[in-house]
């Protein structure tokens, strides 16, 4: 069975400090995908990312940065420099390659930034 | 560009009452999904549209819950004789075959 773990219920940091959001995954797949998406107070799920498995190179986009280790099922999300606008419910999501290509969400972890 | 979108943003009933929510998919997109996100559940899949067929409804939680597709466009996800645990938001998502889920802004269900 498919299992996508957020061990990280809230998070709280100071503006400008960097955080990382963890992600494991189980799955039994060879062929899958990983998502994250973001969930701001406003409640619309906003997709940020999209790895497959084959790709375990590291992607960075501007502040943001995600790190992928099949090794260790881990698809873990760095904010470098935080702010307050990136205070929202971010979610890690996994699905196959099959008919239905549906998401496997985690819990979802709370990043809380103050200024 | 137009997203998805759904309709009502919010929606509060009777216990035992029935309910229709809508989703207008991104123009294109031949798939179509609706999850349900509650806070003792989380966000969990009910069904998978391709076109107007639904291959997958096996996160459907009963048999009050019913979805449907018309013209490979418009989803009408009905809950008949709602219970106080239907009380979530409905989130509608389309895509095309494969590719990445892009989800509306969700409706809020509340059964009193």
């Known amino acids: 069975a498919q299992k996508v773990t957020q061990a990280q219920t809230e998070i709280s940091v100071v503006e400008k400090e960097d955080v990382t959001l963890d992600c494991v995954y189980e799955?039994?797949?060879?062929?899958?995908?990983l998502f994250w998406y973001k969930q701001p107070p406003s409640g619309e799920l906003v997709f940020l990312i999209r790895?497959?498995?084959?790709?375990?190179q590291n992607e960075i986009s501007g502040r943001y940065s995600w790190n992928f280790q099949k090794s260790t099922s881990s698809f873990n999300f760095t904010i470098t420099a935080s702010q307050v606008v990136d205070s929202a419910v971010y979610f890690c999501a996994l699905t196959k390659e099959d008919s239905s290509y549906k998401l496997i969400f985690g819990s979802g972890t709370r990043l809380l930034v103050r200024p | 560009g137009a997203g998805v979108s759904q309709s009502p943003s919010n929606k509060v009933t009777e216990k035992g009452k029935d309910v229709e929510l809508r989703c207008d998919p991104i123009s294109g997109h031949t798939a179509l999904y609706w999850y349900r996100q509650s806070l003792g559940q989380g966000l969990e899949f009910l069904i998978y549209?391709?076109?107007?067929?639904?291959?997958?409804k096996s996160g459907l939680p009963s048999d009050r819950f019913s979805a449907e597709r018309t013209g490979g466009s418009v989803s009408t996800l009905t809950i008949q004789r709602t219970q106080q645990e239907d009380s979530a938001v409905y989130l509608c998502a389309s895509s095309s075959v494969g590719g990445t889920q892009y989800f509306g802004p969700g409706t809020r269900l509340l059964v009193l």
């Open positions: 790895r497959n498995s084959f790709d375990e």
């Open positions: 549209f391709q076109g107007n067929s639904a291959p997958d």
């Open positions: 799955t039994r797949d060879t062929t899958y995908y």
